[in-house]
């Protein structure tokens, strides 16, 4: 090599962000020459495919033991109890105000979940509505998840479900419309809800749907049969 080659050659290692230890390793070893092939086109350069990111986990099914209906008192606390009765009344006798598609689940796969799960009962053009509204639109669309449900995706150990939901879909409020709640002291119709706080843990609280308006990000889990 003439000592303008090599002068050629240090201006291309460098016009090219070529370093030092670049060059090192070119040196080293039969580099040179498989380098040569692609330049007398004997061979050609295949670029290392781009890892693709791993797809979350799916917890496995949980299972909803019916035989053990959820207790609102054991759950929430001493004077709550599930709506009894018509809306206007006291929540106090009839029957439980209930989705009953719901109760009839004892499965709860997060395989099955997908973006169209998570409802608002929102029409096009609103921004606001009342949480009756929402529960009687919610009711028509898709069965809705019952507080049974909240209450074992909110035990799970690790509330793997739920990460995994919050990973997958980015969910951080989930309401329960399929049981309507009736709230002490004040008698006030609701559904229980969980949220995701910042730290990652879920916790569970009430939202109230008499008297309450509720907005696009307040979401509701719906199910299929």
Do not use: C
Request: proline fraction near 5%; charged fraction near 20%; charge should be positive.
């Amino acid at each position: 090599m003439t000592t303008r080659q090599a002068a050629e050659l240090d201006h291309a290692f460098g016009r090219n962000g070529w370093t030092s230890e670049d060059v090192k390793k070119l040196s080293a070893g039969n580099t040179l020459v498989q380098v040569l092939r692609v330049i007398r086109n004997q061979a050609e350069i295949v670029p290392k495919p781009k890892s693709q990111p791993a797809l979350p986990k799916i917890p496995a099914p949980l299972i909803i033991d019916r035989t053990t209906p959820f207790n609102p008192v054991a759950f929430i606390g001493q004077g709550s109890t599930i709506w009894r009765g018509p809306k206007d009344g006291d929540g106090l006798i009839g029957e439980e105000e209930q989705d009953k598609r719901s109760l009839a689940l004892t499965v709860f796969d997060a395989s099955k979940i997908t973006a169209a799960n998570f409802q608002t009962g929102f029409y096009p053009g609103e921004t606001v509505i009342t949480g009756e509204v929402k529960l009687v639109r919610l009711t028509t669309q898709m069965i809705q998840a019952d507080a049974k449900i909240a209450e074992v995706l909110y035990r799970e150990e690790g509330q793997k479900t739920l990460r995994h939901l919050y990973d997958t879909f980015g969910v951080t409020w989930l309401e329960f419309m399929g049981t309507v709640l009736r709230n002490y002291p004040y008698g006030s119709r609701g559904v229980l809800l969980l949220r995701r706080k910042f730290s990652g843990l879920w916790i569970w609280n009430h939202s109230l749907i008499s008297g309450r308006d509720f907005v696009a990000s307040n979401w509701a889990l719906g199910l299929a049969g």
